[in-house]
């Protein structure tokens, strides 16, 4: 069990049998009364973030959380389909729980997955991903770096904005938690 002394950013907890994720926290204690901890904190099953204030020796439950890297395979609806890299086991998760992800996951990617419970909850990216321009509006003469931007359209559907110079067919460095365009690839 954690108690309010041991809250800080990022650290999971349980509530009420549900994980979270503890986004922010500020201990405060006023000069009348019994000290607390302001707390905001996110689901890592549904992603709704809730703020709530715990009282100075609150304690709540550690939550069962695993981690494990495992490698994305094929989509079959309405699952996604995940092997676990040491045990080739096979675990499908509903795509209404990786809303997040999809714009930048493509077949083969190793990804880290979060299981509550035995249960698969949570599905995250390497911070960068190569991903391949499959159509934008073709690069013209004198278009420079520091130019402008134009759409583009990944391999996965995703749209993002990548310099003039660009052209359909490169590879590009596109940043997961952010959705921008980073750099392009040599191949």
């Given at each position: 069990?954690?108690?309010?002394?041991?809250?800080?950013?990022?650290?999971?907890?349980?509530?009420?049998?549900?994980?979270?994720?503890?986004?922010?926290?500020?201990?405060?204690?006023?000069?009348?009364?019994?000290a607390?901890?302001?707390?905001?904190?996110?689901?890592?099953?549904?992603?709704?973030?809730?703020?709530?204030?715990?009282?100075?020796?609150?304690k709540?439950?550690?939550?069962?959380?695993?981690?494990?890297?495992?490698?994305?395979?094929?989509?079959?609806?309405?699952?996604?389909?995940?092997?676990?890299?040491?045990?080739?086991e096979?675990?499908r998760?509903?795509?209404?729980?990786?809303?997040d992800?999809?714009?930048?996951?493509?077949?083969?990617?190793?990804?880290?997955?979060?299981?509550?419970?035995?249960?698969?909850?949570?599905?995250?990216?390497?911070?960068?991903?190569?991903?391949?321009?499959?159509?934008?509006?073709?690069?013209?003469?004198?278009?420079?770096?520091?130019?402008?931007?134009?759409?583009?359209?990944?391999?996965?559907?995703?749209?993002?904005?990548?310099?003039?110079?660009?052209?359909?067919?490169?590879?590009?460095?596109?940043?997961?938690?952010?959705?921008?365009?980073?750099?392009r690839?040599?191949e």
């Open positions: 069990m954690y108690s309010t002394t041991d809250f800080r950013k990022n650290l999971k907890i349980e509530i009420d049998g549900e994980p979270f994720i503890i986004v922010d926290c500020q201990h405060v204690k006023p000069g009348k009364g019994v607390f901890v302001k707390t905001r904190y996110k689901s890592l099953i549904t992603g709704s973030v809730l703020n709530k204030n715990f009282r100075s020796g609150d709540v439950d550690k939550p069962d959380l695993e981690e494990r890297e495992m490698q994305y395979l094929y989509l079959d609806e309405p699952h996604y389909v995940f092997m676990d890299n040491t045990t080739y096979q675990s998760i509903d795509g209404a729980a990786l809303e992800v999809l714009p930048f996951m493509k077949d083969n990617v190793n990804v880290t997955v979060l299981f509550h419970n035995g249960s698969p909850i949570n599905v995250e990216l390497p911070n960068f991903v190569n991903l391949r321009v499959t159509q934008t509006d073709p690069g013209v003469k004198g278009d420079t770096a520091s130019g402008g931007s134009k759409p583009a359209t990944l391999e996965t559907g995703h749209i993002v904005n990548v310099p003039l110079y660009l052209e359909e067919d490169e590879l590009i460095k596109v940043d997961t938690r952010t959705g921008e365009y980073v750099e690839v040599k």
